[in-house]
Structures are given as C-alpha cells and as structure tokens.
C-alpha cells in the first residue's frame, strides 16, 4: 500500500526532529521515517564516557532549551537521548518508528520512498540520515593481515572491554582523542597514532566559539570575501577535561601514523613496530546518502551539490546535518535549527507553486 504526505522527512535523528519542528509551526503535513526502535538518534549508540562539547543551554533544538544535568556542566550522551525523547513527545511530532527506507525514486511530480514496510509518494523529501551508519576506515596496508581485533568508534563503548589488553587508536580528531583519553586513564597499554601532530584547540574554547567560527565562515563565503577557514582554522581536537588531563599528565602522546598492518600489529616506516590485541579505527565518517543512488545526484567526494539546503538538481529534496555543507556547524545539536528552519520555508514556498 502507498501512502501520502506532503513532505517525508528520513531520519529521526536531531535534524530530523529540527525539521519537523518547523514543518508542523508552518501547516505542512508530513512523517519521519526512522530506522531506529527507540528515539535519540545516533546518541543512543555513542561510548559511554561522551560529554556534549558546549554547556546545555548551548546545545538545544528550537523551541526548548535542554536542561541542565545536574553536576555535569557539559551533559552526557544518555541526558541528550532523554532530551530528544521529551522533545518529540513534547510537539507530537509524527514519527514512524523501525521503518527503514530503502531508495527514493522520481514519480511525475512527486518522489516516490520506498520503505522495508511500504511505499510513500510526498511532494517533497528532507533526507537527515547523518553519518553514524557510514563508518569510514582508510585502505592501510595489511589491514586484512592483521590477525586482532579491529573496530570503528561506533563499536566503542568502554575500556573494560579491553582490560589486559594492548590497544591501537587510530585517528586525529575529536573521537580518536578522547577515546585515546579514556583508555590512558583506564591504565590500557595504549598506542595513538595520528596523521599529523595533534591540533588541540586553546582549552577555554567549546562548542560555542566552535559554531560562532563555523556561522561566520558560512557568512564570508555567501558574501564573497576571503573564507576564514571556520572550525578548522581553530584546530582539530577540543580539549574537553578529560582529554586535556590526559594530555596534561603525559599520558597522551601520538606517535606518526604506521606504514602498515602486519599479523600482530602495526609497522612503522623505520622499522619499529608495536603489538597489539585490537586496533580501533577513530576515522570519520561519510554521509549516508544510499536511498537516493537512483536520483543520480551525488558528484565530488560523494556529496550532492547543494543551493541552499536543497539539491541543486532536485529542487523537491533537501538535505539537513551533514556537516558544513548543509549548513554551519549542521551536524550539531545547535546548529541545525537555522538551516532546518530555512528547509521547511524553502518547501513551503515550493508546496505553494
């Protein structure tokens, strides 16, 4: 059976929710399709030592403030999963529940979405599927070689799983460094490699001159003056308190990146080499942008050329919380709502003509 709306949003996710919340103050009738059981987006699936980057107040959806956590000035994963649920019981927002959509397809003068429980025909499409489901790991030499463990920061929960153990963390940024983090302080023999030498950010700045850096970028480069090079201009790692205790006590060093995996472990170019019992591969992600193959929209490094939040090629589909290109700092729990604000608008306008 198909059934209709005026705009599918997929994804149940932050952006997701963000979109919705606009749609529903402007009369549109929609759904979400979300693949999860349970609500809260890819949070629910984080490690278990994850702190927000910013204090509460910094990292709420429009229309609700989260609240603060008691004793903790920079909330912790599970308190933004039981803020998410609140917020979508708090607007009623429409949310179908296990459904995972499979491809999207152009209909006439609708998109067609089909589903693992049906088919949807809407006038319009928000895609916020995020990243979470597209863990990246680098074609390293001997990575089938290698005879230990090996998992993605997706897979990461704790370090009592690796008791005893000797570990490898992989990765220069913001996960690889606090998980890196939060094996040193375990007392895990741990080995943190990186591209390059650790960028750390200065240690008073948070997510907040983080998304003022990310909004003025995005300011410059629609007005065309010289782009300021955003978030990454400030550095790649925020010294949350945990990583910085780490790295203030000595406890977190990177050596440069190996030249490749063999059997037991890691092999640099010099020669030198180090064992290990697993690897954990802290090395991004890629949008998951698989349900909309058949639009043939996607062109350099996997992305769809975007005006605005809309594809440039598809003005019926939007696209919320990648990353910069869908928005400053869009991936964040306070940057999505400008741009999802800007979606609903630019579809509402659309839905008109």
């Not at 919705?20 to 349970?38: C, K, M, N, P, T």
Request: with cysteine.
């Amino acid at each position: 059976m198909t059934q209709r709306t005026d705009v599918v949003v997929i994804g149940g996710g932050q952006a997701g929710l963000a979109a919705s919340y606009h749609l529903r103050r402007l009369g549109i009738e929609h759904v979400i399709l979300d693949a999860q059981a349970a609500p809260g987006g890819a949070w629910q699936h984080t490690w278990n030592s994850l702190r927000l980057f910013s204090p509460a107040q910094y990292s709420s959806l429009p229309g609700r403030l989260m609240p603060v956590q008691e004793g903790e000035p920079y909330p912790d994963a599970a308190h933004v999963v039981d803020y998410l649920t609140d917020y979508e019981k708090r607007y009623e927002l429409p949310i179908q529940r296990g459904t995972w959509v499979e491809s999207v397809h152009r209909d006439g003068p609708h998109l067609r979405v089909e589903t693992d429980s049906g088919s949807w025909t809407a006038r319009a499409v928000i895609s916020a599927t995020g990243t979470w489901t597209r863990p990246f790991l680098p074609a390293v030499p001997g990575r089938r070689d290698y005879q230990g463990r090996q998992l993605h920061t997706v897979q990461y929960r704790s370090p009592s799983e690796f008791a005893g153990q000797r570990v490898i963390v992989v990765g220069g940024g913001n996960s690889g460094a606090q998980i890196a983090a939060d094996l040193a302080h375990a007392g895990i023999d741990l080995t943190w490699v990186t591209q390059r030498p650790p960028r750390y950010l200065a240690d008073d700045i948070d997510g907040r001159a983080l998304f003022d850096a990310a909004t003025a970028r995005r300011r410059a480069l629609d007005e065309g003056r010289t782009d300021t090079g955003g978030v990454a201009s400030l550095g790649d790692i925020v010294a949350v308190p945990s990583v910085r205790a780490a790295r203030d006590t000595g406890l977190l060093s990177a050596r440069p990146m190996f030249a490749r995996l063999a059997a037991a472990g890691a092999e640099w170019a010099d020669g030198t080499c180090a064992e290990a019992d697993a690897v954990i591969w802290c090395t991004g992600f890629r949008p998951a942008l698989a349900p909309f193959a058949s639009l043939r929209l996607r062109g350099t490094r996997g992305r769809i050329a975007l005006d605005g939040t809309r594809a440039a090629d598809e003005p019926r589909l939007h696209l919320l919380g990648y990353g910069d290109w869908t928005g400053p700092a869009s991936a964040t729990l306070i940057g999505v709502g400008r741009p999802a604000r800007e979606a609903a608008r630019d579809i509402a306008d659309f839905l008109r003509h």
